[in-house]
């Protein structure tokens, strides 16, 4: 088991260690504040770092409210009823397509049949669609965390069903509920294949929900399969270390929130 664990942490580091050793050195304040030149094998990266924080703002405010609600409803209501079945099939099946089917999805409804193009909007959505399993799962797991006997004080004291759910469950809910959230942020920030059908590829900083962008994500893709340039392949690297640092970032706001939350919940007790 010892073994196996570190087996784990050595991949992490080999895989981590390669991209940041390599591109750490392409990253100073020009390359994060300037524009990009010669289809980004030259300056900066400034609008694909504000377009992907578009997407992800667009993908979480859409996706936390009714992840959180499914959540809700399967754990605390739901019980046997066939729904609650249909809604957790449909939230595990979303886990297993594809991205690439998202993105295809996406391009079709969003892009075409919405007619909103290749936009902030459309890419934000999409991902929305794909973390939705994520947050779901964690928000039910930590309503289940929370004790019975919660509950059970709740009820003898007088208070109906959503009173529980809403002041005592879910705020003893709420560390778990956040990191599942920022997970899926994290997810949402080195997602590549549905933003390419979804999101485009235009350099320039966006103006509004329809305007194209290019994710870093995206920008490492196109980089890396560019022709041999030193600059391309520099920056690629470059781009690639930023979302290991915005994914690190993610996963240790998330520990962050969750210990801060947990000890005002102990202090409360």
């Not at 947050?135 to 509950?151: C, D, N």
Request: include cysteine; charge should be positive; aromatic fraction near 8%.
């Amino acid at each position: 088991m010892w073994a196996s664990g570190l087996t784990v942490l050595a991949i992490l580091l080999v895989i981590t260690g390669f991209v940041v050793i390599r591109g750490i050195g392409a990253i100073d304040l020009e390359f994060i504040s300037a524009m990009p030149i010669a289809g980004g094998r030259e300056g900066g990266i400034l609008p694909m770092i504000v377009g992907t924080l578009c997407i992800i703002a667009i993908s979480t405010i859409v996706a936390t409210p009714i992840a959180v609600a499914s959540g809700i409803y399967l754990t605390e209501y739901a019980g046997t009823h066939p729904l609650s079945k249909i809604v957790t099939f449909g939230a595990e099946w979303l886990a297993g397509i594809p991205s690439i089917i998202f993105g295809l999805f996406g391009f079709a409804f969003f892009v075409v049949l919405l007619e909103w193009g290749f936009s902030i909007l459309s890419g934000g959505m999409i991902l929305a669609c794909m973390i939705l399993n994520e947050t779901i799962r964690t928000t039910q797991e930590a309503i289940k965390a929370v004790p019975g006997s919660y509950r059970e004080a709740s009820y003898a004291l007088g208070a109906t069903k959503w009173q529980t759910v809403s002041r005592v469950v879910l705020p003893s809910a709420a560390p778990g509920i956040l990191t599942g959230v920022i997970l899926g942020i994290g997810r949402a920030a080195g997602e590549t294949a549905a933003l390419m059908l979804t999101a485009g590829s235009f350099m320039a900083l966006p103006t509004s929900l329809f305007s194209s962008v290019r994710p870093m994500s995206l920008h490492v893709y196109l980089l890396a399969i560019a022709e041999i340039h030193p600059g391309a392949v520099a920056r690629a690297f470059g781009t690639a270390t930023l979302l290991i640092l915005t994914v690190l970032i993610a996963n240790l706001s998330s520990r962050a929130i969750k210990n801060y939350y947990t000890r005002g919940l102990r202090q409360e007790r």
